[in-house]
């Protein structure tokens, strides 16, 4: 089970860093100032290759990931994620215009904890966040 919850003061400052790994830089705008407006530092990366080099560095307490980007895609990008040995787990959510049921359990079976489907706003994201404890 994921400690999602422990108090941990040595990573007090990464608690509150929101990753956001999308190829659009757009979107990543967007998002980072959404996570900004509910007290997240957001950090951005361009692909997953990029997202879990800055992973390994320094995990975050959230991740909002693109499900399509090149170089690697969303779901290697969270497979490869959840295989970091961490001592607490981010609340991974994929964030991505594929919206069908199969994409949900494909993405939930890689080791995201939810999913939001583009665009989304603040209300949608706050509302995802408070249901999985990370706001």
Request: glycine letters at 8%.
């Amino acid at each position: 089970m994921r400690d999602r919850f422990g108090d941990d003061g040595a990573r007090k400052d990464a608690a509150q860093i929101c990753l956001i790994v999308d190829d659009s830089r757009v979107i990543r705008k967007v998002s980072s100032k959404i996570a900004k407006s509910l007290g997240y530092v957001p950090v951005e990366a361009e692909n997953g290759e990029e997202a879990l080099a800055q992973c390994k560095k320094a995990m975050p307490a959230i991740v909002l990931t693109d499900w399509n980007m090149p170089e690697m895609d969303g779901i290697e990008f969270v497979t490869q994620l959840r295989s970091i040995p961490t001592p607490k787990e981010p609340i991974v959510i994929f964030c991505t215009s594929n919206g069908e049921a199969k994409d949900i359990h494909e993405g939930i079976g890689a080791g995201a904890d939810d999913y939001i489907v583009k665009p989304f706003d603040e209300g949608a994201l706050k509302a995802k966040l408070e249901k999985l404890g990370g706001n």
